[in-house]
T-cell receptor, first 112, second 113 residues
Framework: GESVGLHLPTLSVQEGDNSIINCAYSNSASDYFIWYKQESGKGPQFIIDIRSNMDKRQGQRVTVLLNKTVKHLSLQIAATQPGDSAVYFCAENGDNFNKFYFGSGTKLNVKP | DVKVTQSSRYLVKRTGEKVFLECVQDMDHENMFWYRQDPGLGLRLIYFSYDVKMKEKGDIPEGYSVSREKKERFSLILESASTNQTSMYLC????????????FGQGTRLTVV
C-alpha cells in the first residue's frame, strides 16, 4: 500500500500564531494531494488540494506547499483560531485516479 | 449543502452476526466510498463504487462486501462480524471519477463483542 505519514502526531499553537502541519508521501506518481480537517465527532471535511504540477496553492487562511524533490507536503494556517482545533489528514491519490491514501493525522490544539 | 447520512451513529453487534451499514447521499454523486478509521492508522479504504452496481476493492476488503443498487445508497456488509472489525466506519461520496473533494458522513462507531 501507499505510505503517507506525518512528522508530528500533535501540534500545539497559540491562538493568532501561524500553524504548519507537515506530511511525507512516498509515491512520486501521485497526481493530487489533499488536506482534510476532522473535528471531534464529525467526518473529515475537504480543505484544499494541490496538483503535482504546482508547488503552492492558497485558499482562505490556508496555504499548501508541495516539494516533490523530497516528497513533502505542508499545510499552513494563518492566524490560527480556536475553531481550527481538529485532526488534519493529508491524502494522495497514488497511481489510481479514484483511490486516495490517507495519512495517520496530526492533531492541532489551539491554545487561547 | 451536500449531505451524506449514515444510518447509525453507534452500533454494538455480537461476533458472527451479519451487519449492515447504510449510507445515503443526496447530491447525485457518482462515487461512493467506505473507509474505516482506527487510531494511528488514518483512514483506510475498504470498497468504493463509481456507478450503480459497480464496485472496486480498496486496500482492506477482506471480511466486507458492499452493495449499490441505487445511485444514492451504498451499503457496507460485514458477513460475519469479528472483534477486529470494531472501528469507526466512514462513508463518503464525490461528484465523479477523479474528484479530490469527498464529502463524508458523520461516521458509525461499530463495536463487536
Amino acid at each position: 500500500g501507499e505510505s503517507v505519514g506525518l512528522h508530528l502526531p500533535t501540534l500545539s499553537v497559540q491562538e493568532g500564531d501561524n500553524s504548519i502541519i507537515n506530511c511525507a508521501y512516498s509515491n512520486s506518481a501521485s497526481d493530487y494531494f489533499i488536506w482534510y480537517k476532522q473535528e471531534s465527532g464529525k467526518g473529515p471535511q475537504f480543505i484544499i488540494d494541490i496538483r503535482s504540477n504546482m508547488d503552492k496553492r492558497q485558499g482562505q487562511r490556508v496555504t499548501v506547499l508541495l516539494n516533490k524533490t523530497v516528497k513533502h507536503l505542508s499545510l499552513q494556517i494563518a492566524a490560527t483560531q480556536p475553531g481550527d482545533s481538529a485532526v488534519y489528514f493529508c491524502a494522495e491519490n497514488g497511481d489510481n485516479f479514484n483511490k486516495f491514501y490517507f495519512g495517520s493525522g496530526t492533531k492541532l490544539n489551539v491554545k487561547p | 449543502d451536500v449531505k451524506v447520512t449514515q444510518s447509525s451513529r453507534y452500533l454494538v453487534k455480537r461476533t458472527g452476526e451479519k451487519v449492515f451499514l447504510e449510507c445515503v447521499q443526496d447530491m447525485d454523486h457518482e462515487n461512493m466510498f467506505w473507509y474505516r478509521q482506527d487510531p494511528g492508522l488514518g483512514l483506510r479504504l475498504i470498497y468504493f463504487s463509481y456507478d450503480v452496481k459497480m464496485k472496486e476493492k480498496g486496500d482492506i476488503p477482506e471480511g466486507y462486501s458492499v452493495s449499490r443498487e441505487k445511485k444514492e445508497r451504498f451499503s457496507l456488509i460485514l458477513e460475519s462480524a469479528s472483534t477486529n472489525q470494531t472501528s469507526m466506519y466512514l462513508c463518503a461520496s464525490s461528484f465523479w471519477k477523479g474528484s479530490t473533494e469527498a464529502f463524508f458522513g458523520q461516521g458509525t462507531r461499530l463495536t463487536v463483542v
